[in-house]
């Protein structure tokens, strides 16, 4: 559910009409809604009412401080994957008590920072990191919160790509090995051991393979407090589906009642680290038609935005829906809608029906808000997209389109150029 809807056929996100943001901001955008936003976090929240719990929001979903602030004044920590991320928590209010830290490769710097600052836990990856955590605490003279993010070797059933519970995925430790890194863990004495984590991977659209995880991570609970390790977290990560096309993932209610049914006899506080499910059907990509192309009878819908602006069609072959924003009852065509860089990847939608569109009209390309923007790139020198976030009958720019000067802006020419 979200709140982009046609009325008179007319595309509005909340009561804005997409083509006044269009008109006020230019194209290509995002827009975002507000309701949609908190309607997916409250929602996501209330179904854990049941246990403690914390919400740690994946920053890297969609990192924009408008949306990490709003998140925060919701009451949600963070799920950070680097030092800029843990920068841009703070500097929207996220209390640092409230952060998780997780990633393969965070480096000595990122991790004297987050220690720094005093976070709830680090999410571990390999038993090298262990040590390098443990010798900056005690450079420091912190103890470092810890918990060992496990992999399960479980099949999460989405694409390869986003696939992070495979014994061939980069990520975790093998969870039948981590009893013995427990054990070296509990014994370092500037480390507090205090949780287990674990995620699979993303846009994932059936319970099982959680719940299968779960059940591991149980058993290796129960060991550890047979061998006297006491754990106060356990973190399943993200990685919750939403309908981009013809998916019908669970509805978070069903989500966490399978969790709540295995995890309620495990005294701990439930970390969770949703991305996709709160901000992705939250979000759109505005973009502009500039050309209409038939090469050997093949449809071109040429347009404004890019696979630098949004690249989960190239990188993933994702799907997503793309609505023309005033519905004229035209005679629909097929045809490839494709961006403007020099690349044959560059496109949005293959071989996709839609209403005949002609130069100068919007199209929205739905369900954009996670890892749209996140993942957007200078390449070709284009300037990264506005942001507008509307709630209700208003709409705010909480992100700057990017200017031409500032693609040079931190570019230096050596002196024997000049
Ligand atoms: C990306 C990521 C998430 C969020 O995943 P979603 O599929 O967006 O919910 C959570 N935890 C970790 C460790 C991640 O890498």
Redesign the pocket.
């Known amino acids: 559910m979200h709140h982009f809807y046609y009325r008179n056929g007319e595309l509005y996100a909340e009561s804005v009409p997409v083509n006044e943001i269009a008109k006020a901001v230019g194209t290509p955008c995002y827009i975002y809604s507000h309701a949609t936003l908190t309607r997916h976090f409250n929602i996501f929240n209330d179904a854990f009412s049941n246990i403690p719990h914390l919400i740690?929001y994946?920053v890297?979903?969609n990192s924009n401080l408008a949306i990490l602030r709003l998140m925060a004044r919701m009451g949600a920590g963070m799920?950070i994957?680097s030092g800029g991320e843990l920068f841009c928590a703070l500097k929207a209010g996220v209390s640092p008590d409230k952060i998780v830290f997780?990633?393969v490769g965070k480096t000595k710097e990122e991790i004297e920072y987050a220690l720094k600052t005093g976070i709830l836990m680090f999410?571990v990856e390999s038993e090298q990191e262990l040590e390098i955590i443990h010798s900056c605490a005690k450079a420091l003279k912190k103890s470092a919160p810890i918990a060992i993010?496990v992999n399960p070797d479980i099949d999460p059933r989405t694409h390869p790509y986003?696939s992070?519970g495979l014994k061939r995925d980069k990520?975790g430790i093998d969870i039948n090995k981590a009893e013995v890194l427990y054990k070296r863990a509990a014994s370092m004495p500037y480390l507090h051991v205090i949780g287990i984590?674990c995620?699979i991977?993303?846009?994932?659209t059936l319970l099982a393979p959680f719940l299968e995880a779960i059940k591991q991570i149980k058993d290796l609970y129960n060991a550890l407090k047979k061998m006297g390790i006491r754990l106060n977290y356990i973190d399943i990560?993200?990685?919750?589906?939403i309908p981009y096309h013809e998916e019908s993932p669970p509805h978070p209610y069903e989500y966490a009642n399978a969790i709540l049914e295995l995890a309620k006899d495990m005294d701990c506080c439930l970390i969770l680290?949703?991305?996709?499910?709160?901000v992705?059907n939250a979000g759109i990509l505005l973009t502009k038609m500039l050309y209409f192309k038939k090469i050997e009878g093949k449809n071109f819908i040429i347009v404004d935005a890019g696979m630098n602006d949004l690249i989960r069609p190239s990188l993933y072959n994702a799907y997503h829906a793309i609505w023309p924003c005033s519905k004229r009852g035209r005679p629909s065509i097929v045809a490839d809608i494709v961006g403007p860089i020099c690349e044959s990847g560059d496109f949005f939608a293959r071989d996709r029906e839609i209403e005949t569109t002609y130069p100068g009209e919007l199209l929205a390309i739905m369900s954009s808000g996670?890892?749209g923007f996140s993942m957007s790139s200078n390449y070709n020198s284009r300037p990264r997209p506005a942001e507008v976030l509307v709630k209700g009958e208003r709409f705010w720019i909480i992100r700057d389109r990017e200017s031409y000067e500032n693609l040079i802006s931190l570019n230096r020419i050596p002196q024997w150029l000049r």
Do not use: M, W
């Not at 990560?237 to 589906?241: D, H, N, Q, T, V």
């Open positions: 740690c994946s890297k979903a799920d994957v997780s990633g999410n993010r986003i992070t990520f984590d995620h991977g993303s846009q994932l990560g993200g990685g919750l589906g680290e949703p991305g996709r499910v709160i992705g996670a890892y």
